[in-house]
């Protein structure tokens, strides 16, 4: 208690400050970790009990235990939404009193600590091309739901302090020049160690090649063969996946041999993001009753746009050719990720997909399905 007062104490009276105490300062450096943990939040210091009688300052937002109302629109700096508020302090913030040791004791951080791009810019060239092209792609998306243009241009700006190839990607999926790099902290930029690292691609930790708790949908309506889909369940199910058939209503569908299939989501509320690939069963009733519902059309061409792995048995071949879905990659070569099988028990084609979805993705595709 007595050096949560002091913790307090310190930080809002000039000229009072720790002791040089080492236990003391590592007890002080944790304290903030601390408080989250008791309290659940960062904004312990807004409780009354523990609130200082000077208010703290902070940009910290949102969150449990709220007990001031903040009337500007933004907690971060640059902006240009709050007039440029709030802003840093600089040197005229708390100062540590220099009391003298060996040396006097002064506020101050490394150099690397005004360094902002560097780990950036070595996590974005340790990829592969195609990796590369992830990550702008995911820039591009989430920047894409800035309303504000000025917000996406800035966001850009610091993009070209990281990498040159990543802000143009992003600039261009966004519809902007790419604008000058944004202002540093620093103008001496220390020299990075290291300007690759095998361990920072996105592809370093592929998993062991298994396909346990893999989401696996099996499109199937009334008429399909109900073998192939028992068989697929099996096989899935021994391997760890967890298949779930997918119809265009809940309820059960009746197979052409006339036993009764259960149904585990319907189109309408289970899109194809939720599962890692697609089985389409075979069966030509099967087949026309998916077609004649538009959110088929629409559950497989995201399937592909996502590189994931699709296994069609039989008449299924008709359902892929209906939407558009090549078998083959841009270049020509055949898609790893689409596989086409037989009508009956196709051991062989489920194994290709079994190892094809081990893969998880098929980044090699990396392009929508044609128009159709």
């Known amino acids: 208690e007595t050096e949560q007062v002091a913790f307090c104490t310190a930080h809002v009276i000039p000229g009072i400050d720790f002791s040089n105490d080492p236990l003391l300062a590592g007890r002080i450096h944790s304290y903030v970790d601390t408080q989250i943990s008791r309290l659940g939040g960062p904004n312990f210091h807004e409780i009354p009990i523990n609130a200082p009688l000077a208010a703290v300052h902070n940009n910290q937002r949102d969150g449990i235990h709220r007990q001031a109302v903040h009337r500007g629109r933004v907690s971060y700096e640059p902006n240009s939404l709050g007039g440029g508020c709030p802003f840093q302090a600089g040197s005229v913030g708390f100062m540590s009193f220099p009391e003298p040791v060996h040396e006097d004791k002064v506020r101050g951080k490394p150099e690397k600590f005004a360094e902002h791009y560097n780990q950036a810019r070595l996590f974005y060239e340790s990829n592969t091309v195609v990796e590369r092209r992830h990550i702008v792609d995911a ?9 504000v243009p000025a917000i996406r241009e800035r966001m850009v700006a610091s993009l070209a302090n990281v990498h040159d190839e990543l802000a143009a990607g992003v600039a261009a999926g966004l519809g902007i020049e790419v604008p000058a790099p944004l202002s540093r902290a620093t103008q001496d930029v220390p020299v990075p160690e290291f300007t690759q690292s095998s361990m920072l691609s996105l592809h370093a930790h592929p998993g062991d090649g298994g396909i346990r708790t893999r989401k696996v949908a099996i499109l199937a309506a009334a008429g399909v063969n109900g073998a192939s889909v028992t068989h697929v369940q ?139």
């Not at 939407?323 to 990720?337: F, I, K, M, Q």
């Open 234 to 372: 099996h096989t899935l199910r021994n391997e760890g996946a967890v298949p779930q058939v997918i119809s265009v209503r809940l309820g059960s569908i009746s197979a052409d041999s006339g036993e009764r299939l259960i149904v585990d989501g319907s189109l309408e509320t289970s899109p194809s993001v939720v599962f890692d690939a697609v089985v389409v069963a075979d069966g030509s009733e099967s087949i026309d009753a998916l077609l004649r519902d538009g959110r088929t059309r629409e559950f497989m061409r995201d399937v592909y746009r996502h590189g994931k792995t699709i296994l069609s048995l039989g008449a299924g071949s008709q359902l892929l050719e209906a939407c558009g879905l090549p078998t083959e990659l841009p270049n020509g070569e055949p898609d790893p990720g689409v596989i086409m099988g037989a009508s009956g028990k196709p051991d062989s084609a489920i194994e290709q997909f079994v190892v094809a979805l081990g893969r998880h993705r098929h980044p090699e595709r990396d392009s929508d399905p044609p128009l159709i």
């Open 139 to 147: 820039f591009r998306f989430e920047l894409s739901k800035v309303t």
